[in-house]
């Protein structure tokens, strides 16, 4: 039921693009992103919700595909800030049971 | 708005003592989530209630674990008695509306039972 996040970690330079990516094995009403810094709560990014849509967020976007049941978050022109874990989490069609995934850790460096 | 208010930030207890973490939501929030986050296994739910109600436990590890939501402004998770795999960092976290809308994270409780 947990969503699976690529990649795992990430290290970009200041100003790189990256794209993490969040796949389901089963059909998703939702899709939320969260970033976490270390030592802090998760801080909720944004919602996609079925129907398939893009959404923006600063410079950090998000697409969610429902046919094949996966999301992907876009960091554009990374800056220092962006480093943290990042977390998808889904909400599955016909069930009110939500999944946090893996996450993925992204770190940017100077 | 102050967001969602954890207490204690931290707390380091014996093994077998009672452990008693505390939440307070966002006003107008119905939705009120306790998730345990470990290196090994993430974020994990344990309990949501909507409207005061329990709706699902179905992740509180075992009977050692109990929590109560007794008013909207306020809910507790107990562990009695503690154990030192349940060290771990304890959210709660709050929501209008989980389906379209997203969680709001309090800080976390990080417990540590030795």
């Known amino acids: 039921q947990q969503p699976v996040q690529s990649p795992q970690a990430v290290i970009l330079r200041e100003g790189e693009d990256a794209v993490i990516n969040c796949s389901s094995s089963?059909?998703?009403?939702?899709v939320h992103w969260y970033r976490q810094k270390h030592g802090e709560a998760p801080v909720f990014l944004m919602i996609?919700?079925?129907?398939?849509e893009q959404k923006g967020h600063e410079k950090i976007s998000a697409s969610f595909n429902e046919k094949k049941q996966q999301s992907s978050l876009y960091l554009t022109a990374s800056q220092l800030s962006y480093s943290g874990t990042y977390f998808c989490?889904?909400?599955?069609?016909?069930?009110?049971?939500?999944?946090f995934g893996t996450g993925t850790s992204l770190t940017v460096i100077p | 708005d102050a967001g969602v208010i954890q207490s204690p930030r931290h707390e380091v207890t014996e093994m077998g003592q009672e452990v008693t973490l505390r939440c307070k939501p966002i006003?107008?929030?119905?939705?009120l989530f306790w998730y345990r986050q470990t290196m090994m296994r993430g974020l994990e739910l344990l309990i949501y209630?909507?409207?005061?109600?329990?709706?699902?436990d179905s992740g509180m590890p075992e009977d050692r674990f109990s929590a109560k939501m007794p008013n909207a402004s306020f809910s507790t998770l107990k562990i009695q008695p503690s154990e030192p795999r349940d060290s771990a960092v304890y959210f709660c976290?709050?929501?209008?509306?989980?389906?379209?809308?997203?969680?709001?994270f309090g800080s976390g409780t990080r417990l540590t039972v030795v």
């Open positions: 996609l919700l079925k129907g398939g």
């Open positions: 089963k059909a998703l009403y939702s």
């Open positions: 989490g889904t909400e599955m069609v016909g069930s009110n049971q939500f999944y």
């Open positions: 976290a709050s929501s209008s509306g989980p389906s379209n809308y997203g969680y709001t």
């Open positions: 209630f909507n409207n005061n109600v329990p709706i699902d």
């Open positions: 006003s107008g929030h119905d939705y």
